[in-house]
């Protein structure tokens, strides 16, 4: 079996449908041409990185034209500096 596993202070997204929106608040459907890309993603590994904020699982902002795409066995994956992630999104109970 084989996995990517960052180098450095890189971070491995996965990038996926989960976090692109698809429909309007009014319902209308967004073409995929028309989509911007999405700055979320769920982190899958860390690089070398010294008390990260982060851990695999977790799902990150990140800045909008960071990082580095590849495709590796059938899935999109993004190579981000660890300086690059903007946040973590946290649940928080209403109050």
Known sequence: MKELQPLNENV?????????????ASG???????QE???MARVVALGNIE???VTA?????Y???SGTEVD????????????ELLAKI???EAI
């Open 37 to 39: 890309k999405p700055q």
């Open 57 to 61: 699982g977790d799902v990150v902002l």
């Open 63 to 65: 800045k909008k034209y």
């Open 90 to 92: 946290v649940e928080t």
């Open 12 to 24: 491995l997204l996965a990038l996926s449908d989960e976090f692109t929106e698809t429909k309007t």
């Open 72 to 83: 590796f066995e059938g899935k999109k994956y993004l190579f981000v500096p660890y300086a």
């Open 28 to 34: 209308i459907i967004i073409p995929d041409s028309a």
């Open 51 to 53: 008390n990260p904020g």
